[in-house]
C-alpha cells in the first residue's frame, strides 16, 4: 500500500492558487497524496474554479477531503469541529507527514499532527507579525506561532524579512525560505501568444473543463476595453486581490480622486465582501463611474496584457503572486512599501536612469506618495515600458522551476 501524505489549508483557493506544482511533486515521489481544505467557505475564486479543481483532483487521484476550516480567530465553535475533524483523517489514514499552510489551518494542522505523532511541514504565506504591524497581531498571532514551533519539524517562509525573524525567535526543527510559491514566468511572459485559460496558466495543469476560454485576440486593445466598457483612449490601473481591508483598494481609489487627469479608469480583479462599500465610496469620491470590479477572472494573461498599470496597494502581503504575475508579464508596477512587494520591486528598476528620483513603493503612511508616483508613471509612458522590461528581467529569480527544485529536495529528505 502507497505511503500517505496530507495537504491541509484553510481553503481551498490556496491549493489551486498555490499548491498544484507541490501536489505532483509528491505524487512523483509516490505517495498518495489527500487534500484538507474548506471547498464551501472563504473562497478568493468562485464557485466554478471550485468545480474545476475537484475534478483536476480526481483526475490526478488525489482525495480531496471537506474540512471546515474557519478563516477568522474569532470563529469560537468551528475551532472545535475543525480539529477533532482533522484528528479524525490523522487517525484514520496514519499519514507519512502533513504539509500545512494558513495561519488557522497551520495551527490546527499542526496541533492534530502532535497529537498524533504526525511530522509537520508548515509553509508560513507571512506571518501576520511583522515589522509596521498592529499591536493586536502581535499579541495574537505571535505567542500562538512560538509555540506552534516547537510541534513544527520543518518551517517554510516565503519572504526574506520572516526567514530572519524565524531563525532568530522560532523555534521549529528546521527553518527554510523559498522565494514564493513560484510562477511559470515563461507562460505569463509568452500569455500574448497563447489561446489558453487563464486558471490553466496560473496552476500550471490543464483543467480540461473551464467554460471560459480566451478565443479573444490577446493584440487587441479595443476589444479588451469593449469587454470592460472602458474607452480606448483610457489609461488602465489595475490590481488583483480580494476586495477586503486588507487588499487596500480604497487608497488607490482615493488617489484617482486627487489625479487632475480625468481619462483614468481603474479595474479591481476580485470577489469580497466590500464591493459595495467600494463602490459607495467611488461615487462619493467622484470616480464611481471610472471604477471597473468584475469579479473573479480567469482570464488574468489577457488582462495583465492590455492594463496600463499594476497597483498594488495591500497593507500585508507574504510574497504576492498576483504581483509576481504583473511583472512576469511586463507589466510596469508600483506597490505599498510591505515586505514581499518590497522584496520583488525594490526601488532598483530606476537607479541606472536618468528617472531616479522615482520611487515604486510607496509608504502607506503618506499617501501623497501613491499620487506623486501614480503621475509620473501616467504621463511618461517610455519609463513604463522600461519599468515593465526591469520587471520581466527581476522576476526570473521567482520562477516555478527555481521554487519546485527546493520543494523536491524538502519532500524529499522528509520522505527518507
Known amino acids: 500500500m502507497k505511503r500517505r501524505v496530507l495537504m491541509a489549508a484553510s481553503v481551498a483557493s490556496m491549493i489551486d492558487q498555490f499548491n498544484m506544482p507541490n ?80 495561519p488557522i489551518g497551520g495551527a490546527l494542522a499542526r496541533a ?54 524565524a531563525k532568530r525567535h522560532l523555534r521549529a526543527r528546521k527553518i527554510c525560505r523559498i522565494p514564493g510559491i513560484g510562477i511559470n514566468v515563461k507562460q505569463f511572459a509568452d500569455a500574448g501568444r497563447m489561446d489558453q485559460c487563464g486558471a490553466c496558466i496560473r496552476s500550471t495543469d490543464q483543467c480540461g473543463s473551464c467554460i471560459h476560454r480566451i478565443d479573444k485576440n490577446y493584440n487587441d486593445r479595443s476589444e479588451f476595453c469593449r469587454y470592460y466598457h472602458i474607452p ?22 482615493w488617489a484617482m480622486s486627487q489625479l487632475k487627469q480625468q481619462n483614468i479608469y481603474y479595474l479591481i480583479c476580485g470577489q469580497g465582501t466590500l464591493r459595495l462599500k467600494l463602490q459607495r465610496y467611488a461615487d462619493r469620491m467622484g470616480v464611481g463611474k471610472r471604477i471597473r470590479m468584475p469579479g473573479y477572472q480567469e482570464n488574468m494573461p489577457w488582462i495583465y496584457r492590455h492594463a ?6 495591500s497593507v500585508r502581503e507574504g510574497m504576492p503572486v498576483a504581483l509576481m504575475e504583473a511583472m512576469a508579464s511586463g507589466m510596469p508596477c508600483i506597490a505599498s512599501d510591505i515586505r514581499g512587494s518590497r522584496e520583488l520591486i525594490g526601488n532598483e528598476a530606476c537607479k541606472d536612469d536618468w528617472r531616479n528620483e522615482t520611487e515604486l513603493c510607496f509608504s502607506l503612511r503618506k499617501k501623497w506618495q501613491l499620487c506623486s508616483v501614480l503621475e509620473k508613471m501616467i504621463e511618461d509612458e517610455a519609463f513604463r515600458r522600461y519599468c515593465g522590461t526591469n520587471n520581466q528581467k527581476k522576476i526570473w529569480n521567482y520562477d516555478q522551476a527555481v521554487v519546485l527544485r527546493k520543494m523536491k529536495k524538502i519532500y524529499y529528505e522528509e520522505s527518507v
Not at 143 to 156: F, G, M, Q, R
Not at 232 to 253: F, P, R
Request: hydrophobic share 45%; glycine share 4%; charged share 20%.
Open 308 to 313: 496600463d498599470l499594476f497597483v498594488f496597494p
Open 232 to 253: 480606448m483612449n483610457a489609461v488602465i490601473l489595475l490590481s488583483v486581490g480580494e476586495l477586503n481591508k486588507g487588499k487596500n483598494h480604497k487608497l488607490v481609489i
Open 112 to 165: 492534530a499532527a502532535h497529537w498524533a505523532g504526525i511530522p509537520v511541514i508548515y509553509t508560513a504565506h507571512g506571518f501576520h507579525f511583522y515589522k509596521g504591524a498592529p499591536l493586536k497581531n502581535w499579541l495574537l498571532y505571535y505567542p500562538a506561532e512560538k509555540l506552534l514551533s516547537y510541534w513544527t519539524d520543518l518551517l517554510i517562509t516565503v519572504n526574506q524579512e520572516d526567514f530572519r525573524f
Open 23 to 102: 501536489i505532483r511533486l509528491m505524487q512523483e515521489l509516490g505517495y498518495e497524496v489527500h487534500v484538507a481544505c474548506n471547498f464551501e467557505k472563504g473562497n478568493t475564486c468562485n464557485r466554478r474554479r471550485i468545480c474545476a479543481l475537484k475534478k483536476m483532483l480526481q483526475n490526478r487521484k488525489v482525495i480531496w477531503h471537506q474540512w471546515d476550516c474557519p478563516r477568522s480567530i474569532y470563529a469560537g465553535i468551528s475551532f472545535v469541529r475543525a480539529y477533532r475533524q482533522m484528528k479524525v483523517l490523522a487517525d484514520r489514514y496514519q499519514f507519512e507527514w502533513i504539509h500545512c499552510h494558513s
